[in-house]
């Protein structure tokens, strides 16, 4: 055992680690019951148009008609093969993340060091950390040298906090410096220690964050509501008519059999089972659009919700900022200098000097993120001395202590023995005594500190000196050092975020900070984001209020600066308890009840932890705050086009029920049966309802308030013009196959001919709902290569049903002439051009 590692350091044995890790359980977070491939079968099973499916290819097999039962039976089947797609998919991808970040950690066992699987670590190790460690559980510090914990994902706070050796009689809480205990999932950016495990799993305190998810429960998406009632209302309208036809047909007509078959069939037209399947469809297209952006969706569904957002709820630190300290201003006691973007620029030299000397004052190859970006800074600004160094050695270090926050380090050049270079950064206050400076000159130099650190900058002074003596002494205080002025370091916001604020703006959205960080940099942060200044809470003026005054206080606040994972937690609440639809943004564990609690969480991927990813619907894995705007912007268009392919879906049901319903009552010969129903509805509308989902963006998609997620999915205007569409091609195609009958066609020809203009009317509809905002010559000139491959599908399936023998058979058609296409043909035009000439008188009514 190395010699720096105390005598208790001996660690448990085997046996006793063993034994708590069966008592204990692993050292894992609490992770939600996972979907089996069986419960989601059983799902599926449950929808009526399954069920009716099923049912009519039992009688089918019962008649022993293997061909349409096999039809039938493997139409039933599309859905529950895309459900188990989609949703397995999005779960192997979690799991593949959760695999990538499990950390490993070092432990002492019986003496030896040795490093293991972090779920394997129990109460009562004693673990080993260092720079660059990802702390594995909760642990008490009994040995630590030098050492600074990043604790951002549990408190929102980008600068790391220093740890020391001690005793903690009560429950500490993470964040402030100075403190004996580390915490699961921090990362040690500082020095190295020894700790002993006093909480893993669930009883850590990432574990309680995960705990808690599970008493959240996620509301189910809106849309999937109003679409399901829908169902339920055409199924039970439609059973109750279906069952009155069978009973009025086997009367009459004594026809029981055709009856069932008819009132089957009914049932399937009057069921808008494509509104879920289409709606599934969307979202995954939806999901898949947005994943050539580097977003991926857990929950399809939210994709659509996100459109209808009204407050964006964000972390600063690691969402609109980058994560990454740096150096954004200089200043010396007589002038200051704010960084460009570009620091190849010529530098004053009393600049270049404070450069420098904070460079000396860092570690040479740092971990700290704060002395990476003094590092770069002092490696880059070409007047200062940085480059001479090279070859120097650093000979002696002063770390932080509590009594003095400041690093102190010595440097040798090559091949002398002295003087050593002196060179000090650390708090003001610390250099301050350091230099001895007088109350005078130090009331100035806080003046622009303070200044600095209104710009939401963290702000260090720096010191330099000169040493010649032989031994060290035992305190830093004993240099005479010179003042060289200050560094202000700030976590630079990202490019893409004012942008993406003034978007949302535009959209109706409001923007909202939540961070753990102190008030002034989170104001200065929000002024660069372009944030509305609405006023700033603090966590502990939250904590005062009740629910009722927090949700009054919400709707006028867009910063809420030191707040605590629980209260992140209230801060959504009360802006739900208002109406408001939330999108909440996050990648720390301290943001993951929150996210499970929003409309929308949206967790980012290359930073978020493993309860974030999991808590969230949509993650963003390349961390960029700009694809959100493009991801509202594409929940925006999905709803619209899929308002458009509902109210095509509505329209074309009409006549699908009519002609299902007219031959039941006028005695004529059956037009569709069940075969014929499944093909048009699982099959015809689908592939046609993709091509609404290809649509591009309405003009004003981004100019428009969000919409209420109350409002129906048909409002007044749109089933309006679904029904008249509907009346108007079932009036047509009826006429087709009542004048087919009277002319004497044979009843399969005169199938063949109802069906096929059915269709070709359907296309029409599809070429007059591409765009309610643009005429048919306008919405032509939009790209979308769907609206061919679907038409030329289309054409194609009726090329098989109409050629092809087996198929012919199966729909019980006859053979069809060059006129019989024309009068089809000739019905498609003719619903095109009426609907484009009422379409300008109806747009008023179909608000999108």
């Given at each position: 055992?190395?010699?720096?590692?105390p005598?208790?350091?001996?660690?448990?044995?085997?046996?006793?680690?063993?034994?708590?890790?069966?008592?204990?359980?692993?050292?894992?977070?609490?992770?939600?019951?996972?979907?089996?491939?069986?419960?989601?079968?059983?799902?599926?099973?449950?929808?009526?148009?399954?069920?009716?499916?099923?049912?009519?290819?039992?009688?089918?097999?019962?008649?022993?008609?293997?061909?349409?039962?096999?039809?039938?039976?493997?139409?039933?089947?599309?859905?529950?093969?895309?459900?188990?797609?989609?949703?397995?998919?999005?779960?192997?991808?979690?799991?593949?993340?959760?695999?990538?970040?499990?950390?490993?950690?070092?432990?002492?066992?019986?003496?030896?060091?040795?490093?293991?699987?972090?779920?394997?670590?129990?109460?009562?190790d004693?673990?080993?950390?260092?720079?660059?460690?990802?702390?594995?559980?909760?642990?008490?510090?009994?040995?630590?040298?030098?050492?600074?914990?990043?604790e951002?994902?549990?408190?929102?706070?980008?600068?790391?906090?220093?740890?020391?050796?001690?005793?903690?009689?009560v429950?500490?809480?993470?964040?402030?410096?100075?403190?004996?205990?580390?915490?699961?999932?921090?990362?040690?950016?500082?020095?190295?220690?020894?700790?002993?495990?006093?909480?893993?799993?669930?009883?850590?305190?990432?574990?309680?964050?995960?705990?808690?998810?599970?008493?959240?429960?996620t509301?189910?998406?809106?849309?999937r509501?109003?679409?399901?009632?829908?169902?339920?209302?055409f199924?039970?309208?439609?059973?109750?008519?279906?069952?009155?036809?069978v009973?009025?047909?086997?009367?009459?007509?004594g026809?029981?059999?055709?009856?069932?078959?008819?009132?089957?069939?009914?049932?399937?037209?009057?069921?808008?089972?494509?509104?879920?399947?289409?709606?599934?469809?969307?979202?995954?297209?939806?999901?898949?659009?947005?994943?050539?952006?580097?977003?991926?969706?857990?929950?399809?569904?939210?994709?659509?919700?996100?459109?209808?957002?009204?407050?964006?709820?964000?972390?600063?630190?690691?969402?609109?900022?980058?994560?990454?300290m740096?150096?954004?201003?200089?200043?010396?006691?007589?002038?200051?200098?704010?960084?460009?973007?570009?620091?190849?620029?010529?530098?004053?030299?009393p600049?270049?000097?404070?450069?420098?000397y904070?460079?000396?004052?860092?570690?040479?190859?740092?971990?700290?993120?704060?002395e990476?970006?003094?590092?770069?800074?002092?490696?880059?600004?070409?007047?200062?001395?940085?480059?001479?160094?090279?070859?120097?050695?650093?000979?002696h270090?002063?770390?932080?202590?509590?009594?003095?926050?400041?690093?102190?380090?010595?440097?040798?050049?090559?091949?002398?023995?002295?003087?050593?270079?002196?060179?000090?950064?650390g708090?003001?206050?610390?250099?301050?005594?350091?230099?001895?400076?007088?109350?005078?000159?130090?009331?100035?130099?806080?003046?622009?500190?303070?200044?600095?650190?209104?710009?939401?900058?963290?702000?260090?002074?720096?010191?330099?000196?000169?040493?010649?003596?032989?031994?060290?002494?035992?305190?830093?205080?004993?240099?005479?050092?010179?003042?060289?002025?200050?560094?202000?370091?700030?976590?630079?916001?990202?490019?893409?975020?004012?942008?993406?604020?003034?978007?949302?703006?535009?959209?109706?959205?409001?923007?909202?900070?939540?961070?753990?960080?102190?008030?002034a940099?989170?104001?200065?942060?929000?002024?660069?984001?372009g944030?509305?200044?609405?006023?700033?809470?603090?966590g502990?003026?939250?904590?005062?209020?009740?629910?009722?005054?927090?949700?009054?206080?919400?709707?006028?606040?867009?910063?809420?600066?030191?707040?605590?994972?629980?209260?992140?937690?209230?801060?959504?609440?009360?802006?739900?308890?208002?109406?408001?639809?939330?999108?909440?943004?996050?990648?720390?564990?301290?943001?993951?009840?929150?996210?499970?609690?929003a409309?929308?969480?949206?967790?980012?991927?290359?930073?978020g932890?493993?309860?974030?990813?999991?808590?969230?619907?949509?993650?963003?894995?390349?961390?960029?705050?700009?694809?959100?705007?493009?991801t509202?912007?594409?929940?925006?268009?999905?709803?619209?086009?899929?308002?458009?392919?509902?109210?095509?879906?509505?329209?074309?049901?009409?006549?699908?029920a009519?002609?299902?319903?007219?031959?039941?009552?006028?005695?004529?010969?059956?037009?569709?049966?069940?075969?014929?129903i499944?093909?048009?509805?699982?099959?015809?509308?689908?592939?046609?309802?993709?091509v609404?989902?290809?649509?591009?963006?309405?003009?004003?998609?981004?100019?428009?308030?969000?919409?209420?997620?109350r409002?129906?999915l048909?409002?007044?205007?749109?089933?309006?013009?679904?029904?008249?569409?509907?009346?108007?091609?079932?009036?047509?195609?009826?006429?087709?196959?009542?004048?087919?009958?009277?002319?004497?066609?044979?009843?399969?020809?005169?199938?063949?001919?109802?069906?096929?203009?059915?269709?070709?009317?359907?296309?029409?509809?599809?070429?007059?709902?591409?765009?309610?905002?643009?005429?048919?010559?306008?919405?032509l000139?939009?790209?979308?290569?769907?609206?061919?491959?679907?038409?030329?599908?289309?054409?194609?399936?009726?090329?098989?049903?109409?050629?092809?023998?087996?198929?012919?058979?199966?729909?019980?058609?006859?053979?069809?002439?060059?006129?019989?296409?024309?009068?089809?043909?000739?019905?498609?035009?003719?619903?095109?051009?009426?609907?484009?000439?009422?379409?300008?008188?109806?747009?008023?009514?179909?608000?999108?």
């Amino acid at each position: 055992m190395a010699s720096d590692e105390p005598a208790r350091a001996l660690g448990l044995s085997q046996t006793e680690a063993a034994a708590r890790l069966a008592t204990e359980g692993p050292n894992e977070l609490p992770q939600r019951e996972k979907r089996t491939v069986l419960r989601i079968f059983v799902d599926v099973v449950r929808e009526p148009m399954f069920a009716l499916l099923l049912g009519a290819g039992a009688i089918y097999l019962l008649l022993g008609d293997l061909g349409e039962a096999t039809i039938l039976l493997a139409f039933a089947t599309t859905s529950v093969a895309i459900t188990i797609v989609q949703e397995t998919r999005s779960e192997r991808v979690l799991e593949t993340l959760r695999d990538l970040t499990s950390p490993r950690a070092l432990v002492i066992r019986q003496g030896i060091r040795k490093r293991i699987p972090g779920r394997e670590v129990v109460r009562g190790d004693v673990i080993v950390v260092a720079e660059g460690d990802r702390v594995p559980a909760d642990g008490l510090l009994f040995s630590a040298q030098d050492l600074r914990a990043d604790e951002s994902l549990l408190t929102g706070e980008s600068v790391p906090v220093h740890k020391i050796a001690g005793h903690a009689a009560v429950p500490v809480r993470p964040g402030g410096d100075n403190l004996p205990v580390i915490f699961s999932g921090t990362l040690i950016v500082r020095g190295h220690g020894f700790a002993e495990v006093q909480a893993t799993g669930s009883r850590s305190e990432i574990g309680k964050i995960g705990h808690a998810l599970k008493s959240i429960e996620t509301e189910p998406p809106l849309l999937r509501q109003q679409t399901r009632r829908l169902v339920r209302i055409f199924a039970v309208v439609g059973l109750l008519l279906s069952a009155a036809a069978v009973v009025l047909y086997g009367l009459f007509r004594g026809a029981w059999l055709d009856g069932l078959l008819g009132g089957i069939a009914l049932s399937m037209s009057m069921l808008p089972e494509e509104f879920p399947l289409v709606l599934a469809v969307f979202m995954v297209m939806g999901a898949w659009r947005i994943s050539q952006a580097r977003v991926l969706t857990r929950r399809a569904s939210a994709i659509e919700t996100l459109g209808a957002a009204t407050v964006l709820c964000t972390d600063k630190t690691g969402t609109l900022t980058q994560n990454q300290m740096a150096v954004a201003e200089l200043q010396t006691p007589d002038q200051a200098m704010r960084l460009p973007e570009d620091l190849s620029i010529e530098t004053p030299r009393p600049f270049g000097d404070l450069a420098e000397y904070a460079a000396l004052a860092s570690a040479p190859d740092p971990f700290d993120p704060m002395e990476r970006a003094i590092r770069e800074i002092g490696s880059r600004l070409p007047k200062t001395s940085a480059v001479r160094h090279a070859g120097w050695r650093l000979a002696h270090t002063y770390g932080l202590r509590p009594d003095l926050l400041a690093v102190t380090q010595l440097w040798q050049r090559p091949g002398r023995e002295g003087p050593y270079i002196v060179a000090a950064k650390g708090a003001l206050e610390a250099i301050a005594a350091l230099c001895r400076l007088d109350a005078g000159k130090l009331a100035t130099i806080r003046r622009g500190a303070d200044e600095m650190a209104a710009r939401g900058m963290r702000v260090l002074g720096v010191a330099r000196g000169a040493f010649a003596g032989s031994e060290w002494p035992s305190t830093p205080r004993a240099f005479d050092l010179t003042f060289l002025g200050l560094i202000g370091l700030a976590d630079p916001l990202r490019s893409t975020v004012p942008a993406a604020v003034r978007e949302c703006r535009s959209a109706g959205i409001r923007v909202v900070m939540v961070t753990g960080d102190y008030p002034a940099t989170a104001s200065a942060i929000g002024a660069q984001a372009g944030f509305d200044a609405r006023g700033v809470i603090t966590g502990a003026e939250l904590e005062s209020m009740s629910d009722a005054a927090l949700a009054l206080q919400a709707q006028d606040t867009t910063i809420f600066a030191r707040i605590m994972p629980e209260q992140k937690l209230r801060i959504v609440n009360a802006l739900k308890s208002k109406g408001e639809i939330v999108a909440m943004t996050g990648d720390g564990v301290n943001d993951a009840p929150a996210l499970k609690a929003a409309h929308i969480g949206i967790a980012m991927g290359s930073r978020g932890t493993d309860v974030a990813r999991e808590a969230s619907a949509i993650v963003l894995l390349d961390d960029d705050f700009g694809s959100i705007v493009h991801t509202i912007r594409l929940g925006r268009r999905i709803y619209d086009n899929l308002r458009k392919a509902m109210g095509y879906i509505l329209a074309v049901h009409v006549p699908i029920a009519g002609l299902s319903l007219l031959p039941l009552l006028f005695g004529w010969p059956l037009v569709f049966t069940p075969v014929h129903i499944a093909f048009l509805e699982m099959v015809i509308d689908p592939v046609c309802s993709i091509v609404f989902e290809a649509e591009t963006d309405e003009a004003d998609v981004m100019a428009r308030p969000p919409r209420d997620p109350r409002s129906p999915l048909f409002s007044p205007g749109l089933a309006g013009w679904s029904l008249v569409q509907g009346a108007f091609v079932l009036v047509l195609v009826t006429t087709i196959y009542a004048l087919a009958l009277r002319n004497g066609l044979p009843e399969a020809e005169a199938r063949a001919l109802t069906f096929v203009s059915l269709v070709f009317t359907n296309i029409g509809l599809i070429f007059v709902n591409r765009s309610f905002s643009a005429s048919l010559i306008t919405a032509l000139r939009r790209p979308n290569g769907a609206l061919w491959w679907a038409v030329g599908t289309t054409v194609v399936l009726m090329g098989v049903v109409l050629g092809w023998a087996p198929a012919t058979r199966l729909f019980r058609f006859g053979p069809l002439h060059p006129d019989d296409l024309a009068i089809c043909g000739s019905a498609g035009l003719a619903t095109l051009l009426a609907f484009e000439l009422l379409k300008p008188i109806w747009r008023r009514r179909l608000v999108l």
